[in-house]
């Protein structure tokens, strides 16, 4: 979710990654806002609200047509944004006829009025068409039409055809040579082509525009069907909810409900927002959630989340969260915001670009001007050639395409299995995981508690020792605490407590009847001064004392989860050097549960700021060792580890919100085992995003040396730019199947 303050705007006509990343650095720079960044793939950018119209304003200069659009509550914007590419009619401001864009792939559809954008697309189909037969027209007949008076015949057909394909790209670039814009695609392909005309190429001038355009058109069509992959895939959102009121079902938008309302769901449906069912019996799909494909069943009393789906039955729930807190749309703003986080790979890629192009150029001007004044029978003409083919191959727009495509991809993969990674800047992190750290309570273990044995001293029953700790947590919501109270098996009195503190690391001091009692590890009873004998006892146990004298001993089970042996199996496996657990459970309960996983070390008894204090040692040693440190925790009192790790992993389903607000990376079904699998699938999206690198270098660097000693020709240019920008966009789109 963005930040307190922030509010997620939708960029309505965005249709390219180049201009998305012009639009960033003006944004930045112009208004001094740090950590703003334009999701290419949903067209959205945070922004505190105050200042959108001065992003309006920096839109309007850098690419007229684009609107800021605040998100509605219920999605409509993003719906829009995704399913259209269109200006803001409706929004305030006029809709603007198609014109094309700044960069090759608005030139080669432009703009959409709003509900034609399909219209569009066929147009320009047609007059690729039109062109192509031009084109053959003036090859085949050729001689004939250059026979005419001044060639009039074969100007004619020629530009006709180079109009129909090439307009947008001329008039983008006279207009960006009005902002001062020298160096994007429009202004190369426009030098480029028209120097080819100049040289009278006409055939050759129009069939690099033509390729140009097809080249453009077909990798419009593979961005937008990553695009619409991508929200298919975190499409969780529900669009309506059935909600009971005065007796009657009226169908509203979720974010329109009330909590303590009831919503009706059927089979088929999603479930709209968070709840509990309070009627009915039914098998919901968690899939699009949690990433676990099994069913689960919900009943009466069974808590469940917004986005999972009914597959049977008639459920009531009644509503215990409003529409923006519920886990859907936490899931949609957490992944839609991650893209906006931008990997050193990305950063670097846009530095890159930056220079990259001018040099190209500048190259290109040495190559037709230095040659013909000392090469003896060097022509200009010939030099001129080979400096334009130059032009055309110079545009980095494979790699400021394919490379956000590459890791919003790998987000979106993720979170198909129930993963949700904050940034891709994480992603890159996850890459080089050398050390990973592991809270015991809750995520190595379910975390759900049962009372095995009550081992009463100093006379007292195992009731009243049971009675005592229940009492003194009756507020208290840790699940050993939950876990006493079902064991004591009646309702606690509130009005025999008094005065309650909760002493974190330690346990709980309470006020019972007028008595002192403690409740907690063998840490409280040292600190309170209690006598007690043995320290070291096996398992969990709650140490019970009252008015300073220990009365008994209450021990406590967890169980481990099925997969946490296999999750550390497979984290050596994936090069994983280091496990570690730090836990404030006592050492021998702590060493039992990491000898059964498989965990290297154990650092028990430890509170919250001890864990840190371990954590700190432990970056310390991995970065030495080129590596990073992964935390991984459900716990409140892991809030400080989870942001302090290089990467904090939260367990989702179970943990608390601050943990989950705290980690890098959140696992939606608290299942260990996708620790290792989030490794993996971080390591295969920085393979493409690496593939995609050098393809496109090394093909642009042969182009560039074959461009130069004249063995390429501008058919082959276009190739090395929108060829290798296809293939490179093709090949990104593998990072959304894990």
Not at 285 to 294: H, I, K, M, Q, R
Not at 648 to 668: C, F, K, P, Q, R
Request: with cysteine.
């Amino acid at each position: 979710m963005g930040s307190p303050g922030e509010r997620k705007y939708i960029l309505q006509g965005l249709d390219c990654a180049a201009c998305a990343a012009k639009i960033e650095a003006a944004v930045a720079k112009e208004t001094g806002l740090q950590g703003v960044g334009v999701d290419f793939a949903t067209r959205s950018l945070y922004l505190p609200p105050e200042h959108a119209a001065t992003v309006q304003r920096i839109i309007d200069r850098i690419e007229p047509g684009v609107r800021l659009v605040e998100a509605s509550t219920d999605g409509a914007s993003e719906r829009l944004a995704a399913g259209t590419s269109q200006g803001a009619a409706g929004h305030g401001h006029k809709a603007e006829r198609p014109k094309a864009h700044d960069t090759a792939s608005h030139a080669a559809h432009g703009h959409a009025v709003p509900g034609h954008e399909e219209g569009v697309q066929w147009r320009r189909l047609a007059e690729i068409g039109s062109a192509a037969l031009l084109l053959v027209v003036g090859s085949v007949f050729h001689d004939a039409l250059h026979a005419t008076p001044g060639a009039s015949v074969e100007y004619l057909v020629f530009l006709a055809a180079y109009w129909l394909v090439g307009r947008g790209v001329v008039m983008a670039a006279a207009r960006n040579a009005r902002r001062g814009q020298l160096f994007d695609e429009n202004s190369l392909m426009t030098i480029a082509t028209a120097g080819a005309m100049l040289l009278h190429e006409l055939p050759e001038a129009v069939g690099v525009m033509l390729f140009y355009a097809v080249g453009e058109a077909v990798q419009d069509a593979a961005v937008r069907r990553s695009r619409r992959s991508v929200s298919a895939l975190l499409d969780v959102r529900p669009d309506v909810a059935y909600v009971r009121r005065g007796g009657q079902l009226h169908r509203v938008a979720p974010a329109e409900v009330q909590v303590g309302e009831e919503v009706i769901v059927r089979p088929g449906e999603k479930i709209p927002l968070d709840g509990e069912v309070v009627e009915g019996d039914a098998w919901v799909d968690t899939s699009a959630l949690t990433g676990e494909p099994a069913p689960r069943q919900a009943v009466p009393g069974t808590e469940v989340l917004a986005g999972m789906v009914n597959t049977d039955g008639v459920l009531t729930v009644r509503v215990t969260k409003p529409y923006a807190e519920s886990s859907a749309a936490k899931i949609l703003a957490l992944v839609e915001r991650a893209a906006a986080r931008k990997a050193p790979t990305e950063k670097f890629i846009t530095t890159f670009s930056r220079y990259y192009t001018p040099a190209v150029v500048g190259a290109a001007a040495l190559i037709a001007l230095v040659p013909p004044l000392v090469v003896p029978g060097a022509t200009f003409s010939e030099w001129l050639y080979r400096a334009l083919v130059l032009l055309v191959i110079s545009c980095p727009c494979a790699l400021v395409l394919s490379i956000p495509v590459g890791y919003f991809g790998g987000i979106g993969g993720a979170s198909r299995r129930g993963i949700l990674v904050k940034g891709a800047n994480f992603l890159d992190a996850l890459t080089q995981v050398h050390t990973v750290a592991f809270d015991k309570t809750g995520t190595l273990t379910r975390g759900v508690f049962r009372v095995g044995q009550v081992t009463p001293v100093a006379g007292a029953s195992a009731q009243a020792v049971l009675e005592y700790a229940a009492h003194a947590e009756h507020f208290s919501r840790h699940p050993i605490a939950a876990s006493i109270r079902d064991a004591y098996g009646r309702a606690t009195d509130a009005a025999r407590i008094g005065r309650v503190q909760e002493v974190a690391g330690y346990g709980v001091i309470a006020e019972v009847d007028g008595r002192r009692v403690l409740a907690g590890n063998d840490r409280l009873l040292h600190r309170e001064g209690v006598p007690h004998g043995v320290c070291t006892v096996d398992g969990t146990v709650v140490n019970v004392a009252v008015d300073g004298t220990l009365v008994g001993r209450v021990h406590v089970g967890d169980e481990l989860k099925p997969d946490a042996a296999d999750a550390i199996r497979s984290l050596k496996r994936h090069g994983v050097v280091r496990t570690v657990m730090l836990t404030g459970d006592e050492a021998a309960t702590a060493r039992q549960v990491a000898d059964i996983v498989g965990i290297d070390e154990v650092h028990a008894g430890l509170l919250p700021e001890q864990k840190v204090e371990v954590l700190e040692r432990l970056m310390q040693e991995a970065s030495a060792a080129g590596g990073k440190v992964a935390f991984a925790g459900d716990g409140v009192n892991d809030a400080p580890v989870l942001t302090r790790a290089d990467i904090g992993i939260a367990m989702g389903a179970l943990g608390s919100d601050a943990a989950i607000e705290a980690a890098d990376v959140v696992i939606m079904d608290d299942q260990p085992s996708r620790i290792p699998e989030a490794i993996a699938i971080a390591r295969r999206t920085r393979r493409i995003v690496y593939q995609n690198i050098v393809f496109s270098l090394a093909v642009k660097a042969a182009f560039i040396a074959l461009g130069a000693v004249g063995v390429a020709t501008m058919w082959e240019a276009v190739f090395a730019d929108v060829g290798v920008s296809l293939i490179a966009v093709l090949n990104a789109t593998r990072a959304l199947r894990t």
